[in-house]
């Protein structure tokens, strides 16, 4: 061609045509000043989303195939991914008395938490060890791992999945195998917990799991959650603590790291944003949490998300108030993307603008 | 409602009111068997893109403003994104004789691969340390570090630009400073690697920096290549070293890890995949790659992508052939979610089944 | 010096006036094919022990001025040092009722095993930390850590001290300091287990100490250990397990691995060795560990020392056996000095040549 | 016994006879209040210990079987155990023109530090790697790893060895194996820096050794102090670096540390102790070190000690001074023993109250 007449649009069609981007004109594009994020705040009350959930329990019957009785939190700007923030996704499960569900794995890592329990002999197997689901337990199913369950009570349960497949599916990496027989030896309940967490075998080589606690009893958070109130606490938070992994001093899952909060009776909390999203779930209390501005009133078994970058804070109403959440906070640290912000003005409180209705 | 008259149907339009998803319906989309990869492996030839950056050398003068004269690779399938694969985007950058470009940080890590340098005092300063660019050598902008560059000499340099902003906008997680005036003091050159990796000042606290070494010279792998050549290599990949950074003994950035490999003259390797996508930059002699069974021909300068779980083989044709490639894998990794074959069938190679033309 | 009359003998004497000495001579004594361990297994009986301890009870009462009435286990070719192996030092310490000690802290990283107690508000506190002790339950005092206790019982208690003095000698790095009224703030009771383990507060940078559990009770060791013994356990050891420190995954403190351990009624375990040593604290039942050919038999409450590179095994005679143990392993791991062996000959048992009494 | 008349006395005489030691009486001979050292400063003259060195360059010939011709620096106050400082055991070898020696192993780790060498083919072979030596160039031979050397020149090579024997000592775990034949199979010369250092093989499980760089240059080490010496420094050493293992970015070997040093022109540091010892080399130049009061001076070559808790500072003379050390550091750190203080009085200097002689 001859260069004398070239042109910056000109220049911009051979590069399309090449399979070129000129950085000069869409770097903007791609490069933004600040997260740029692409979902909004919600919430799903208890009492909206259960008589659905029951009606589900009428109308799936195990003899209808289906395994899986659960029902996604997705977030209204999340629906092409059935998820409830860009990386995380929960969902309700009903297991009704007497059912079971044989086992199957996949790539995506899953919590659960026994939203609804009376106890007995119900539970999640989870690498041939079971384990047991009291009210509010947290129990794990890392990536990869085989696991099952079933519900050997006269009692339905209602637990609350959260699953990092959002990420999985960002990654281009979802696999999944259903399982058949016995997948897995059997292993003692509880194995993970007793013999892998403090107490250790010797002589073997160290941990034969990358997750030594499957577990976690609420009555072990809660009794710690009361023991750490009558410290300060933090300012954006109350008292909130981490489920640790103990293998790693690291959270519970690399993708996905469990806390529990308690908001005493009555306190707020101040405002702040990081860059990374969290799903909160009403153990027991009411309140209300301020995100972005807009009021989302809350009470036992409600559900709702914080965005990345979302200014939230938290108001406790009547008597002290538990918070169960996830976030996505360690995938942002082990990239090295991690950031957090308090809000400096009107004391660390935000201008409500709006109330939430679904 | 009367619910003797509940049917599936009505119930999965009122999950659909409520911002609920029926998981027994829907999970085949969010949880599939094997990876859906949403875009395919390409090829930018040297000899195509090269006059195109010559041209934005012309027309995209610092006086015009533009800091940045580079150019993306692509991908036809991530458009939107201005990617190459999913998590990675490259792009050739041009520098002028006598041109500089000021200061700015992001949140984006970045390497640099000096394609086409004479040498002499042309550099990219990382956090107020100058990295000389001799060609072919590697440096690292690990996320948030300020970083300039400068060309001194009456020569044009080339550099191949790796970035995580892929990664970073799926994570919703962008930001950008630019600098002004003197961002940082001023360090020694080539502070990082002669202060910090291999001879660390004592009584300092350890390594002052995440990322101990900045500039990995070509001489070095080169040499380091050429010495494990002896050896016996990968099936898959012939000889092929990673760049370490030795504060962890990890990669070079947490996102991105880069490797340099040498296909002796005539040797093919065979075929794998793996839950990871690398893009490749041919740094000398000619050969093809088998990506999901379409020959890519390439030589000196080309730029190709082999996309998450595509099996992919190399034959080198001619003289021995030296490779330089970005990957995801640590990602993959610290996610839990990396996985990889190999090829079983026939040997270990694929049916060719086509040519790659773009 | 006319070097035609040179001779061996006159360069070593001329060596040694200069404090040089040669290698060629002297290098067997310096470094030994095996290891040459200095000191002999013994065992020391409660029967024997406790009454004396019973006697200091009343000579030694805190208006003397005796902060600290305990007694160490010497071993006879230890004198010196005062140690039970040559790291490990232990001592039976008895305080009476409604008796208190003042803080102090030392270089030496200490254990405590409560042999007997009744519980009650009878306490080690560490750091502003009560650490209740109920009888068999293991608590640390890691170095340079404050600790004080009370009894404030109407009963006894006796426990198990276990100290790295001995190691600290030998890094000749001692170093001690008595506290004055209050050492430190106060915390809640178990603070570090319920706060620090498994339960971890967020926003606080991570874990506040190094040693996030300081209690181990013992109601769950025996726990662990039941469940454990279902599995086939250790050739060497019956089921044993090791308290962990789950900050990092390591022993209960850096220079001292505690360790549980389950011998089945009649059970007999082979005989290794390794370049640790172990001092064992009989929980209950009754055996016989044979160490380097002689029979040790023991009882509830005895005390034994395994010395370096001593073959050992153990024998459970009567109803199932529970031992606590003490060894220097991770010191040699650290080191990069620990080495084991299992005997080969006769199916792994010792030849008995004879039986040791004190 | 009638314990109406027992006293402390004969309490204390039974208490021996059980081999039991009461700890309110002979606590202070096992918890000092602060560091008993039990060995001095001192310093060998290179000009008093080379020709004893030559000497037996005449008299121990490879035919006499001697496979190891150096000369241990024996502290006067640490004879019993043939060592330098308490943990550290430094010697000359001299490897005469065409000399090779037999390969071995032990668990004894060793660095070499060649002290005169023109360079050619003069080399420790460790692990079927030939190391090769020029001038001050740093080797290591890590616990159990076989090595041999050569000298293939026509010069003489002198180099200093420091070991961690006293520390296998004391922890009872000597070991030692002579090699047969060819004990390993050979690797490229240099193959751990350059194939294991920076440069890593891909699929391979990571490092294959413990130790990935076991050869430091000196021209290296001497550029990097150079640039360092640009900078502040520290005020007890001037500017010092310490050589690092990438693989855990921690000491060359896990119970020593080497480090080197620059003193200016005319400089003086200020005084410290620390709960470790360093042995030093003179690389070059001459300056005075006041030790615990008494100087010390060297010149090139010489070989001097400050012990454990031992007040030291520097003060060059003449041009600038370099100075190599050997430092127990790691192990203290390692086992939480390491403690460290500043002089506060006469600004940071100490009385000079005497002057070394041998």
Chains 1, 2, 3, 4 share one sequence.
């Not at 009492?47 to 996604?72: C, K, Q, Y």
């Not at 991914?81 to 899953?110: D, K, N, W």
């Not at 976690?216 to 300012?235: D, H």
């Not at 293998?247 to 519970?252: A, E, Q």
Request: proline content about 6%; aromatic content about 10%.
């Amino acid at each position: 061609m001859d260069l004398r007449n070239d042109s910056l649009d000109q220049l911009h069609e051979d590069l399309a045509n090449a399979n070129m981007a000129p950085t000069w004109k869409y770097v903007s594009e791609f490069v933004a000043r600040e997260p740029k994020v692409s979902y909004r705040p919600w919430l799903w009350r208890w009492d909206d989303v259960i008589p659905l959930l029951m009606r589900a329990g009428d109308l799936i019957t195990p003899e209808r195939g289906a395994e899986r009785r659960s029902m996604e939190h997705v977030n209204p700007d999340l629906k092409p991914f059935y998820s409830t923030s860009h990386t995380i996704a929960t969902a309700f499960q009903l297991v009704r008395a007497g059912e079971t569900a044989p086992a199957h794995r996949h790539m995506a890592g899953a919590i659960r938490f026994a939203a609804r329990s009376k106890g007995g002999t119900v539970y999640t197997k989870v690498q041939g060890e079971r384990l047991m689901m009291e009210e509010n337990d947290l129990l794990l199913t890392p990536t990869g791992t085989w696991h099952e369950h079933a519900n050997e009570t006269q009692n339905d349960i209602i637990w609350l999945d959260a699953l990092d497949f959002p990420l999985v599916n960002m990654m281009q990496a979802s696999w999944f195998m259903p399982g058949e027989g016995q997948v897995c030896p059997d292993k003692p309940d509880d194995y993970s917990r007793r013999q892998l967490g403090l107490y250790r075998p010797v002589g073997t080589g160290g941990y034969p799991e990358s997750h030594p606690v499957l577990r976690y009893p609420w009555v072990e958070m809660k009794e710690a959650l009361l023991n750490a109130s009558k410290g300060p606490g933090s300012a954006f938070d109350g008292t909130i603590l981490e489920y640790v992994n103990p293998i790693n001093s690291g959270s519970t899952l690399p993708t996905m790291s469990c806390r529990a909060q308690l908001l005493k009776a009555g306190s707020k909390t101040k405002a702040h944003r990081a860059t990374s999203s969290t799903v909160y779930f009403v153990i027991g209390g009411e309140g209300v949490s301020i995100i972005n501005g807009s009021e989302f009133h809350w009470g036992r078994g409600d559900v709702f998300v914080a965005p990345t970058w979302s200014w939230h804070e938290h108001h406790c109403k009547g008597e002290d108030a538990f918070l169960f959440s996830i976030t996505d906070q360690p995938v942002l640290q082990m990239l090295g993307m991690f950031r957090e912000e308090a809000l400096e003005e009107n004391d660390g409180h935000q201008q409500v603008a709006s109330r939430f209705t679904p």
